[in-house]
Structure formats: structure tokens, C-alpha cells
């Protein structure tokens, strides 16, 4: 399955579980359900508090910016009636236990295969036509901007490299009006580590070479992070122009 199948199918996934939990949600808050409710013999803004909660979180997960805000919400109603549950001596906790762990498992799973690099099966010279020609099949993360880096890298002399992959890179993010986000020393310091791998080493093909460098895709505190202190990468300065690293040891 390729990466942009993956994020098809775990974003179905996302909206599949929220919608459900949202109208189970619902229902459980209704004047209708008080009734059975009772039956716990737990205090009635108990059911509110769980069922508004639920609410809340449901609709957190199925925007886009709040996504994660949502699964960890719904992680921590499903837990709250979970001790709620045992605190009252009521141990068939089955469903609650795989609701609490659904949310979160498909936020980190979606998360995963953000940060993994592009399988479009393109040959290195065909990945960089489509990037310049701005065509990139799918979204374009992190792992996509290393994938970018290698293919450069395999087709065209260092220097000449890193010009025409930076000037790829500021097009790209001036044409989707976010030319802030680039920042000059972060793409020179990972193309050169990416430059170093690839000299150390006599693998040629990107399949490879993604196997052995693993951590090169680790995006929150990553690689640079040995090198760099974190305010230096954010800092204006470091936007745009490289700069050393000022982290040592």
C-alpha cells in the first residue's frame, strides 16, 4: 500500500470511529438514557459529564487542526469511566477499554505515515521533474523532503544540488503562500547529513538507503537537535541563512 493509500485509509478510519463514537455519544446524553443510567447507581452528572465529553472530543478529532486535541481528549473521558466504572464495582469495562485505546492508536498511526517518505515508485530524475514542475503525488512531509534531498543528490553534483533543491523547496512553499516556513538552515544542515550518509556508504537505491538511516526521518526532536538548541533553528536568522551549529557535546 502506498503512503497516500495509507493516509486515505487511516483518515477514513479517523472519521469511521469519530462518527460513531459521536452518535453513541448522543444517544447517551439524551433524557432518554437517564433511565438506564440509573441503574449504575452513579450520580446522574456523571452520564453528562462522559457524554458531553465525548461530544467534544468527537468533533476535535474530525478537524484537521485539532485532530490530536480530540483523540487525547476522548482517551481521557474513556478513562475517567473506566475508574469510574471500578470505583463503583461494575468490572465489564471491555468496550470503554477499546474505545480509550482506538482514538489514540490512529492518531499515532496517522502520525507515523505523515512523517514516512514518498512511494510513488518514481525514479530519482522523475520525483524531481514532478516536485519542480509542482505535481508531488500526495502531501509533502518531512520524510518527502529527505526522499527530495537523496534524488538530488543522486542526479546532480553537491552544489548544484543543493541550489536547485532549496529554490524547488521556496517555490513550493511561496506557491501554497506559506514562504515563511522555510528555513534556509534546517534544509542545508539535513542535505549535507543526507550527503555524508550517502558518502559513507555504497548503497545507491533509496530503499536502502532509507532502511540504514533511520533517524534521519525523525522530525520532533531529531538529528538536529545534537547539533542545534532549538531557539537557534526558530530564530529569524537561522530562517534565512544557514547557520553553525552552536550546540557541542
Known amino acids: 500500500m502506498s503512503s497516500g493509500q495509507t493516509k486515505c485509509a487511516l483518515t477514513g478510519l479517523q472519521w469511521a470511529l469519530g ?27 456523571v452520564r453528562l459529564v462522559l457524554g458531553f465529553g465525548e461530544i467534544i472530543g468527537c468533533v476535535l478529532l474530525l478537524i484537521p487542526r485539532t485532530t490530536t486535541r480530540g483523540a487525547w481528549l476522548l482517551v481521557a473521558v474513556f478513562a475517567f469511566g473506566i475508574l469510574i466504572h471500578l470505583l463503583h464495582g461494575m468490572y465489564g469495562i471491555g468496550n470503554l477499554v477499546i474505545y480509550a485505546a482506538l482514538p489514540s492508536s490512529s492518531r499515532v498511526a496517522k502520525e507515523t505515515s505523515t512523517n514516512a517518505p514518498m512511494e510513488s515508485g518514481m525514479t530519482n530524475a522523475e520525483l524531481i521533474h514532478c516536485f519542480e514542475a509542482d505535481t508531488p503525488p500526495g502531501a509533502f512531509h518531512h ?102 551549529p552552536d550546540k557541542c557535546g
Do not use: C
Not at 537523496?150 to 553534483?157: G, I, Q, R, T
Open 19 to 45: 462518527i460513531v463514537i459521536l452518535i453513541e455519544a448522543v444517544r447517551f446524553v439524551l433524557p432518554s438514557a437517564a433511565h438506564d443510567f440509573a441503574r449504575t447507581h452513579m450520580p446522574g452528572f
Open 143 to 244: 520524510g518527502d523532503h529527505v526522499r527530495l534531498a537523496f534524488a538530488y543528490l543522486s542526479e546532480y553534483p553537491v552544489l548544484q544540488a543543493l541550489e536547485r533543491f532549496a529554490a524547488a523547496l521556496k517555490r513550493y512553499a511561496q506557491a501554497r503562500g506559506k514562504s515563511q516556513l522555510y528555513n534556509e538552515t534546517i534544509t542545508h544542515a539535513y542535505f549535507f547529513l543526507i550527503r555524508e550518509r550517502m558518502a559513507r556508504s555504497t548503497v545507491t537505491e533509496w530503499d536502502e538507503f532509507a532502511l540504514g538511516n533511520a533517524d534521519l526521518f525523525v522530525w520532533k526532536s531529531g538529528i538536529l537537535s545534537r547539533y542545534y538548541h532549538e531557539a537557534t533553528l526558530q530564530s529569524d536568522l537561522a530562517r534565512s541563512v544557514f547557520v553553525f
